[in-house]
């Protein structure tokens, strides 16, 4: 089977799509500073909730999952269902390693379940379901992402995606060296619960 050069442009729309730090640019606007110099320094929605701006944190939360969503809808509606997953995985490495910012983004979990939405909708629910149950349960996002992580390859393999499933299997990886930080943290029982203010 031939390899199709149109992955190239699905990976590389995807990445610099991905690469937005609408969590930056939304607190920056709103005359709240860098986000990078409070909390966690993240510039994802669980940190940019830290600010006590819960609309701000919910604007995030939908721009970074919809960025990889949108990748994934446009180059599966355009190329192909592979393009899609493609695109989908590198918009989930734009967020996480943005050009714009040296490379050191955010930790991609809404971006990771934005992607299965758009590309698998029952996986992406079932993924989303995982991390509200774990996050409801035990009050920790970071925990509730790499429960969510986890178990996503599983769903997508119940669901007979293998495509998914290795997609997931590769954004899980991720997810867990980018949360390395936090699961020491959860080790030593100091990792900030929800809603708070400071790491």
């Not at 709240?32 to 939360?61: E, F, M």
């Amino acid at each position: 089977m031939s390899f199709d050069p149109l992955l190239l442009l699905a990976a590389a729309g995807g990445y610099f799509f991905g690469s937005v730090p609408f969590g930056l640019v939304i607190t920056k606007l709103a005359g709240l500073g860098d986000i990078r110099q409070i909390g966690s320094g993240n510039i994802g929605a669980t940190n940019v909730l830290r600010t006590g701006r819960k609309d701000l944190a919910l604007a995030t939360l939908l721009l970074d999952s919809g960025k990889a969503g949108i990748a994934a809808i446009v180059f599966t509606l355009m190329v192909s269902t592979p393009a899609g997953l493609v695109a989908a995985g590198a918009a989930f490495l734009g967020h996480c390693f943005p050009v714009w910012l040296k490379f050191n983004g955010g930790k991609g979990v809404a971006t990771f379940l934005g992607a299965l939405l758009a590309a698998a909708w029952p996986i992406g629910l079932m993924a989303c379901a995982t991390w509200l149950g774990t996050a409801l349960l035990f009050r920790m996002s970071s925990f509730a992402a790499l429960v969510a992580a986890s178990l996503t390859p599983v769903w997508a393999l119940a669901f007979g995606r293998i495509d998914v499933a290795i997609l997931a299997v590769f954004l899980a990886s991720l997810i867990f060296w980018r949360h390395s930080a936090n699961i020491d943290r959860i080790f030593k029982g100091t990792e900030p619960k929800i809603g708070a203010k400071k790491a």
